[in-house]
């Protein structure tokens, strides 16, 4: 650890699939070193790790304060991003670049992929003798990352999702019927189930949920959707886009004829409504009594809109927020290298720190939803309402007759 | 006319696909009925026509005010709503439990087949010399009725579209890739052409918009985005679900492989990822450069969110809660029938007023969008802009570098 004062510049960069508040974490680096000392020159790298091999830069250092509030307030990233993932050679390129233009200061503001590449970056660095001083700042809606207790992204998707649910079970108790919504995340549920925040009353849905945490038995789901359709005439169904067979092969790919991957070697999911209609088709044929007219099925994905839609969580806001800040203060203090973790404190009120840890403990690795969190083959717990609920900021309570 | 005092009972019913404020129109109708010495009871008819024809009614005489205030401000049809389109056997049977239960005062809240049934039954009660007032107070996303500037309904669902545009505009750029967002709207454009609403900068999306009031021309459609997509990087597209070939067919329809139908004919064009998938491979296949990589297609369906997102533009609370209001008024007043239509006054402040229209110049028919809101064959113009930008309620500012 170098006690000198680190003097040169400083790039960030925003990398995957962007969110409501990831722009709240960039505003936090920039405020964080504005001002210091050390620090001669901020530059955004336009699309991440892109615009750092190919030497694509926006200046920051004097975007004034209110264009910078107003980005901060602006879902998806103001930089771009991107989905490449760096090997090593690409590491080594943007390692080179950062020498040759004097930076010392390399925040990376993403999933684990992300944790990942500056893990890289700093190992070249440390190998080198150059220093360079790596943070992560997470950014992830699937809340799938360790360390944290949920992810700076996640609490304003769940805010969309629980919304959302809460306006369509009451569509779906309008005109009773069978309605299937297809939520994002691939290997963590923590999204579909935040679809359990819009149960304010007895019969509201989500009437089942199923994750991807379990394996999906496409028979099971019939008889639960039989079984709830009986008992209230109508059943509201959230479904993870990453559900899978107990061979783990996703539902999704194997339906949709779509074999798309991208650089990560991860099979396209969302942007496509096929697990939803293969969903919906199986329900109309299975449940289409001898003779009798199929019910009535609908299926809904939610797709993008759940990671931009312009309606962040207060919470996530000021959470994305304190990680930038936080990950720029330790940088000035000395030689570290870190990922930033959200540790709650407490929950009446709920309240949270910023921690520094290991970049190694994030890197490349994937959280799922606890035991804990999870009923059956098709429910979450109150443990996990609990868990959830202060994230999101406050829903607004449904009127009913009865 | 009859200028007595015409006491009875009061009847209130919704039908078809719900909205943000059908809700609002039936406690609008509730207070204005209130403490009117005609009125001895009011209920609400479970499931619209289907309630009134099987006496399944819940008494609205005695709710209380706060539990009528936070159902106002709730999305969907508090009472159950119906796709039933009523033929004149079961009218009769509607009229017959009328007379029965001594209604004298019928409120239907719904879209141009609900004005329809108003008329069938009002027609029925003239022929039998039995006094029945009845009120289509109008409800439609789709804004497709005659005689309004617009329907409640309308502006929350523009203002999703708007929203959810905005967002997802960034994304795209984020991200650069195609993206096609398919809104609801059968036969009328005025929700896909919200979607505008969203360009606060020059190279926002949507960058092409396709209504269902040109045909659609698969060719001409790749070649519209190749265009854009050759000067940008990137291109963001709205979609009607109710784009139709020069012969009439539903684009939608035909892909689908799905036949359903509805009780009035329609085939099912919601709750379906179909026609998103289908233009989205069309675009993959005659986009993909000789020997080169094809370029990433994107399609989200927004489907029944557009229609039950609890979000609800203001003044489309309000007008819902007038138009509902309106009409208990004016069936206080003497022996009238009517669908209450919304005339715009100024749009500096907008302002609006409630007018009692004749049930037969709205019943069972449809407006589309005029020719002067439409530019060529995938655009809007300004005066459609000016037109639904006061509908809407604020939208976020969206900040960006450059």
Same sequence: chains 1, 2.
């Avoid at 992830?140 to 369509?168: K, Q």
């Avoid at 789901?221 to 993870?240: E, Q, T």
């Avoid at 809109?305 to 996530?316: I, N, T």
Wanted: charged content about 25%; glycine content about 10%.
């Amino acid at each position: 650890m170098s006690s000198e004062l680190l003097v040169g510049n400083a790039v960030i960069g925003q990398s995957g699939g962007p969110t409501a508040v990831i722009n709240q974490s960039l505003v936090g680096v920039v405020e964080g070193l504005r001002g210091a000392d050390a620090i001669k020159r901020v530059v955004g790298a336009r699309n991440g790790v892109r615009g750092m091999a190919e030497k694509q830069v926006i200046d920051l250092t004097h975007i004034p304060n209110d264009q910078l509030e107003a980005i901060a307030g602006t879902p998806s990233a103001a930089l771009g991003s991107t989905r490449d993932k760096p090997d090593s050679t690409y590491c080594e390129r943007i390692f080179e670049n950062c020498k040759e233009n004097d930076i010392r200061y390399f925040f990376y503001i993403g999933g684990n992929d992300s944790s990942d590449t500056c893990r890289i970056v700093n190992e070249l660095s440390n190998d080198s003798g150059y220093e360079l001083r790596c943070f992560h700042i997470p950014k992830t809606i699937d809340n799938d990352l360790m360390e944290s207790d949920h992810t700076p992204g996640y609490p304003s998707a769940a805010r969309f999702v629980a919304l959302a649910f809460l306006g369509d079970s009451l569509d779906n108790k309008s005109l009773p019927g069978i309605k299937i919504n297809i939520v994002m995340g691939r290997h963590a549920g923590f999204l579909t189930a935040a679809s359990a925040l819009a149960r304010q009353h007895h019969d509201d849905g989500p009437h089942l949920i199923y994750l991807p945490e379990r394996n999906f038995d496409p028979d099971e789901f019939v008889a639960d959707v039989d079984r709830v359709y009986a008992r209230l005439g109508r059943c509201h169904i959230a479904v993870s886009e990453g559900i899978h067979n107990a061979a783990g092969e996703p539902i999704s790919a194997l339906m949709s004829g779509l074999r798309e991957v991208d650089a990560h070697g991860n099979v396209q999911l969302s942007g496509t409504g096929a697990l939803g209609d293969w969903l919906a088709n199986l329900l109309r044929v299975k449940l289409t009594p001898q003779g009798g007219k199929p019910p009535r099925v609908r299926a809904d994905t939610f797709g993008y809109l759940q990671r931009c839609f312009p309606d962040a969580s207060p919470v996530d806001q000021a959470e994305a927020r304190a990680a930038g800040r936080k990950a720029a203060e330790i940088a000035l203090m000395g030689d570290f290298d870190a990922s930033i973790a959200i540790k709650r404190v407490g929950d009446d009120p709920y309240w949270a720190d910023m921690k520094a840890v290991d970049l190694k403990s994030v890197a490349a690795k994937t959280r799922t939803m606890p035991d804990e969190y999870i009923r059956g083959h098709n429910d979450v717990t109150e443990a996990f309402l609990d868990y959830v609920r202060p994230l999101v900021g406050p829903l607004p309570t449904m009127g009913r007759f009865d």
